[in-house]
């Protein structure tokens, strides 16, 4: 099998890294039937690219075996944010190349030097991947990554921007909208919702990327509230006596 190296994943503060550890693990509830997952957003930049990486390597450090397939045809920002880095310089394909019909699915496919986490690069741009997306071997190629592995996330374009991100849908068991706090419009949301809906991939849930969190969600404030309350809840079941203020009522 090809390998790539992922060279860099910008760092997870402690609150994003809880955020995102919750939504595996409910994406996890899903059911059995949703393996195919996209993930998309209204606009540009606003994070989705970043929380298909993160679920992917989130996933893995649960013991999943996933694979990120690299639908961005037009406009990837992976390879090049993330600094993926191909040990064969002549192993470059990726889904473009399957798509077009230029490589087969064995050869598209990378190992990563994330334990359990496979990639399908997009391989090269394309102008106009609307036909691509829209072939049999698309689907095929989804079909196949699920009987072999336990997720597969599809970083998806905007579908508020171009059509792809609906046509792929079609193919997937599920959708994730990543919207930036106070940057999309309510009625941009509510065109993409129906949008999607019109694909009959269900919507599992929207993620608000780009938010301050206040004080009380941070790490200081959860070690000070949840790890001091758990002493106080040993301590009395340890001596048998009711504590109040941290002292014992003798």
């Not at 639908?71 to 077009?100: T, V, W």
């Not at 095929?140 to 171009?162: N, R």
Request: aromatic share 8%; proline share 4%.
């Amino acid at each position: 099998m090809n390998s790539l190296t992922i060279g860099r994943f910008p760092p997870l503060g402690y609150a994003c890294g809880e955020a995102i550890n919750t939504l595996c693990t409910n994406l996890s509830f899903s059911g059995e039937d949703v393996k195919k997952i996209m993930v998309t957003s209204c606009h540009a930049a606003e994070g989705k690219s970043y929380l298909s990486m993160n679920i992917m390597r989130t996933m893995a450090k649960f013991g999943k075996t996933v694979v990120l397939v690299d639908a961005d045809l037009r406009r990837s920002m992976i390879s090049s944010k993330y600094g993926l880095q191909f040990p064969n310089p002549e192993c470059k394909g990726g889904l473009a190349h399957f798509l077009a019909g230029k490589a087969d699915l064995d050869d598209v496919i990378y190992q990563t030097n994330v334990p359990g986490a496979y990639m399908v690069p997009v391989g090269r741009e394309v102008s106009n991947p609307l036909p691509l997306l829209n072939s049999a071997r698309f689907e095929l190629l989804l079909d196949d990554l699920a009987q072999q592995v336990d997720y597969v996330i599809v970083d998806a374009p905007p579908v508020g921007t171009v059509i792809d991100g609906a046509q792929i849908a079609k193919s997937c068991d599920g959708t994730l909208i990543v919207v930036n706090y106070n940057a999309v419009r309510r009625q941009e949301l509510i065109d993409v919702k129906e949008q999607l809906e019109q694909t009959e991939c269900p919507i599992l849930g929207t993620v608000l990327n780009m938010v301050e969190y206040d004080n009380y969600l941070s790490k200081k404030y959860y070690y000070k509230s949840y790890y001091s309350s758990y002493e106080r809840y040993d301590n009395t079941s340890r001596s048998g006596k009711h504590e109040r203020n941290g002292k014992a009522k003798k």
